[in-house]
């Protein structure tokens, strides 16, 4: 079935550690695929977004997420994780041919420790 | 950038009553717009496709009768709950592409809706 991926629910990180935040996704085709953050009550904000080219995104606040098409896999990663980074993660994906809908992973809570 | 709001940001109301709730893009035109649920800790939802001057498109399992859209113009797209009872309650967001045939998504802040 046709789905994303999020496999983990909570990651707690110590302030300034390294963070990285899974997701696959099982399309036929290589969907459109996005990295969103959710603070508590909060609408959302995209943080990257990959269509083509680089596998490699630099995204806002200093985050970048890799595209690997042989492992279905958009990672997001952040060097040094800040405490105001704590939030909800949220991977999503349009596939091809999908009129624009956005199918959202389960989400990962990042907790950051101090 | 694009921007999208959503009014009110929160709203109780009793039960068997009708809430509706506004979504509208200010500096951009979208003649699609999206409407999410999100309960608790968990992911959002999509329950149906806004579609400016034609009827909305219904995910599967969403009552069309009970959540009444209405995308009155190419800025403003209405969700309407009607006879809301204690269940409904949650967080809805709304969406709008950036363009005609764009992936990208602008959301708003979300409405809170609690049914008392």
């Known amino acids: 079935a046709q789905s994303v991926t999020q496999p983990d629910i909570h990651i707690t990180v110590s302030e300034g550690a390294s963070l990285e935040l899974r997701c696959n996704y099982s399309?036929?085709?290589?969907?459109?695929l996005f990295w969103y953050v959710q603070s508590p009550g909060q609408g959302l904000q995209l943080l990257l977004k990959?269509?083509?080219?680089?596998?490699l995104v630099q995204g806002i606040k200093g985050f970048e997420a890799e595209f690997k098409r042989s492992q279905s896999s958009f990672n997001l990663r952040k060097p040094s994780v800040h405490w105001s980074d704590a939030a909800e993660y949220f991977c999503?994906?349009?596939?091809?041919?999908?009129?624009?809908?956005?199918?959202f992973g389960t989400g990962t809570r990042l907790l950051v420790s101090p | 950038g694009a921007v999208v709001s959503q009014h009110p940001s929160w709203v109780i109301c009793k039960s068997g009553t009708s809430v509706k709730i506004e979504c509208r893009s200010l500096?951009?035109?979208?003649?699609?717009m999206f409407w999410y649920r999100q309960f608790p800790k968990q992911s959002l939802m999509l329950m149906a496709t806004?579609?400016?001057?034609?009827?909305?498109?219904?995910e599967q399992g969403v009552e069309k009768d009970k959540f009444l859209i209405n995308h009155a113009s190419l800025t403003l797209s209405t969700l309407t709950v009607t006879s809301a009872h204690p269940e409904d309650s949650s967080f809805y967001i709304c969406?709008?592409?950036?363009?005609?045939?764009?992936?990208?998504?602008?959301f708003g802040p979300g409405t809170r809706l609690t049914v008392t």
């Open positions: 999503a994906v349009v596939p091809h041919g999908g009129f624009q809908k956005l199918v």
């Open positions: 969406s709008a592409p950036g363009g005609a045939a764009q992936p990208e998504q602008y």
């Open positions: 806004s579609n400016e001057g034609s009827k909305a498109t219904y």
């Open positions: 500096d951009f035109q979208a003649t699609t």
């Open positions: 990959y269509f083509s080219g680089d596998t």
């Open positions: 399309y036929g085709a290589t969907p459109y």
